[in-house]
C-alpha cells in the first residue's frame, strides 16, 4: 500500500513563501505522474500542479509564476515551492498518487 506524508506547512503573510514536501513509502512512486491538491474551508478539492516521472511540470491558472513542484527521485519526495503567497491560498494541500492521498498540511495566509 503507498502512503505519503505531506510537511512543510504553516502560517505565513502574504507575499512570504513556504515548501512543502511529500515523501512516499513506497517505489510505486518512483514512475508516473504525481500531484498537488487543495481545499478552502467550504470549496471543493482542487488540482494545484503535477508532475511526470521524467520532471514535467503542469500548473493550474491560480499558482502558475508563483508556485514550483519537483521531485526528488533518490529520496523519493516531491515538493511545492510557493512563493507570493496570497491569502485565497489558504487551504489544506494533500499529496496524491493515483488513488492515494496523503493527510493534508494546513497552508494559511495572513497578516
Known amino acids: 500500500q503507498v502512503q505519503l506524508v505531506e510537511s512543510g506547512g504553516g502560517w505565513v503573510q502574504p507575499g512570504g513563501s513556504l515548501r512543502l514536501s511529500c515523501e512516499c513509502f513506497?517505489?510505486?512512486?518512483?514512475?508516473?505522474?504525481m500531484a498537488w491538491h487543495r481545499q478552502a474551508p467550504g470549496k471543493r478539492r482542487e488540482w494545484v500542479a503535477s508532475?511526470?516521472?521524467?520532471?514535467?511540470?503542469n500548473y493550474s491558472s491560480a499558482v502558475r509564476g508563483r508556485f514550483t513542484i519537483s521531485r526528488d527521485s533518490a529520496k523519493n519526495t516531491m515538493y511545492l515551492q510557493m512563493n507570493s503567497l496570497k491569502p485565497e491560498d489558504t487551504a489544506v494541500y494533500y499529496c496524491?498518487?493515483?488513488?492515494?492521498w496523503g493527510q493534508g498540511t494546513q497552508v494559511t495566509v495572513s497578516a
Open positions: 508532475i511526470t516521472s521524467g520532471g514535467v511540470p
Open positions: 513506497s517505489n510505486i512512486c518512483r514512475s508516473g505522474i
Open positions: 496524491n498518487k493515483g488513488s492515494t
